[in-house]
């Protein structure tokens, strides 16, 4: 019964031993992303975070959560070998949000550690306002800033 026992704990620990010296590991040539001061007429911004598998068994990228609605993330969807490369990719969209912004993608892989941060920030300049969006308020042909009379 010893021997049984003794053979099985062997067993187990050299299953547990392979199972942690075989995984997936992410390696991100940049762990963060600038993009500096850009106009709001530019439109959507893009960037592409590399990411290699430095393990040995395919990497799969579960899921990323965006801090907000103006940050969208896209991935590599199918599973990257040991070895292989794929992209996330972070697109942030401007309009009608002018100032800096500091944003967040959580990364949910297969890999240790599980969840990786990658901040994205910038600095949107505003555009400039047309007539009917500083004069909010027509009355007839004239158009008022505010509804209140001093």
Same mark, same amino acid.
């Given at each position: 019964?010893?021997?049984?026992?003794?053979? &099985?704990?062997?067993?187990?620990?050299?299953? %547990?031993?392979?199972?942690?010296?075989?995984? /997936?590991?992410?390696?991100?040539?940049?762990?963060?992303? #600038? &993009?500096?001061? &850009?106009?709001?007429?530019?439109?959507?911004?893009?960037?592409?975070?590399?990411?290699?598998?430095?393990?040995?068994?395919?990497?799969?990228?579960?899921?990323?959560?965006?801090?907000?609605?103006? %940050?969208?993330?896209?991935?590599?969807? /199918?599973?990257?070998?040991?070895?292989?490369?794929?992209?996330?990719?972070?697109?942030? #969209?401007?309009? #009608?949000?002018?100032?800096? &912004?500091?944003?967040?993608?959580?990364?949910?892989?297969? /890999?240790?550690?599980? +969840?990786?941060?990658?901040?994205?920030?910038?600095? +949107?300049?505003?555009?400039?306002? %047309? +007539?009917?969006?500083?004069?909010?308020?027509? +009355?007839?042909?004239?158009?008022?800033?505010?509804?209140?009379?001093?």
């Amino acid at each position: 019964m010893k021997r049984l026992f003794l053979l &099985f704990a062997a067993v187990a620990l050299m299953v %547990t031993l392979n199972a942690q010296q075989a995984q /997936s590991k992410m390696q991100l040539t940049e762990t963060e992303h #600038d &993009f500096g001061k &850009f106009k709001e007429e530019a439109g959507r911004q893009t960037y592409d975070f590399i990411v290699k598998n430095v393990g040995t068994d395919p990497l799969v990228i579960q899921n990323i959560v965006a801090s907000c609605g103006c %940050t969208t993330p896209e991935w590599t969807r /199918s599973p990257i070998p040991a070895g292989g490369q794929g992209k996330v990719t972070a697109i942030y #969209d401007p309009k #009608d949000r002018p100032g800096p &912004f500091n944003k967040t993608l959580s990364v949910y892989t297969n /890999s240790k550690p599980e +969840v990786v941060v990658l901040p994205i920030k910038g600095e +949107v300049i505003p555009r400039e306002k %047309t +007539v009917d969006e500083l004069f909010t308020f027509p +009355v007839a042909t004239v158009r008022f800033e505010s509804n209140h009379m001093a």
